[in-house]
């Protein structure tokens, strides 16, 4: 049973465009929800993160919308560039960051120069 | 800045070998995980650990055990190596309230 829905699988943006990652949970007992971004060859690193008593989170062009009641959230990339080329991951835990993280299939975002 | 060390970034095993791989990590921190990523699969949990000697399943543990002697060292073993652990395996740590940080992976491959 996949506890965190991730969609899509692939996104093709042009730069300067909006990218948008959207993922759905089940487990309303999740309380941290991370997005990390991945470049090839290298680990996930942690991009940004919510709690769900907020319904919106802002980090330079990254922004991060949280709708509770409908179980979902979504990742936005303003004026996408190159350089954001990477696969994106979705996450979900209970008790904070420090405990288990359940992943999304992660979403390959290339965007074309 | 943390520092999240696998000891091979490619390794290549046989079928029925006993398969170490170790992490280590230069901050101190009280968690440490073991994940493994495939492809369309996202990352997997396999073990993780809050302090030293202490271990938990993740959602995909069969075939694996881990060892935590050390604070900042902690190992995946695959105790009998089958060609469908060929994967990627990722190690992170973490502080208690902060972020998981990711080392860049080991590819394994069993033949």
């Known amino acids: 049973q996949q506890q965190v829905k991730q969609s899509p699988q692939s996104l093709i943006v042009q730069k300067g465009g909006i990218s948008i990652i959207n993922c759905a949970y089940e487990?309303?007992?999740?309380?941290?929800f991370p997005w990390y971004q991945q470049f090839p060859g290298k680990g996930p690193a942690l991009l940004i993160a919510i709690r769900p008593d907020v319904s919106e989170k802002k980090e330079g062009r990254f922004t991060i919308s949280f709708n509770k009641s409908a179980k979902q959230f979504s990742l936005h990339i303003m004026d996408s560039q190159p350089g954001d080329s990477a696969t994106y991951f979705c996450a979900a835990s209970i008790g904070g960051s420090n405990y288990k993280l359940t992943f999304g299939k992660g979403t390959l975002l290339t965007v074309n120069p | 800045d943390v520092k999240v060390t696998q000891s091979s970034r490619y390794l290549v095993k046989r079928t029925g070998e006993k398969v170490f791989l170790e992490c280590v990590q230069d901050m101190d921190h009280e968690n440490m995980f073991w994940y493994r990523q495939d492809p369309g699969l996202g990352l997997r949990l396999i073990y993780f650990s809050y302090d030293v000697k202490m271990k938990e399943k993740g959602d995909i543990p069969e075939g694996y055990s881990v060892s935590r002697e050390k604070k900042e060292r902690f190992s995946l073993i695959l105790e009998s190596a089958s060609t469908n652990q060929t994967s990627m395996y990722l190690c992170?740590?973490?502080?208690?309230?902060?972020?998981?940080?990711f080392g860049d992976g080991t590819r394994l491959s069993i033949l």
């Open positions: 992170a740590s973490s502080s208690t309230g902060q972020p998981q940080h």
């Open positions: 487990n309303t007992a999740f309380d941290y």
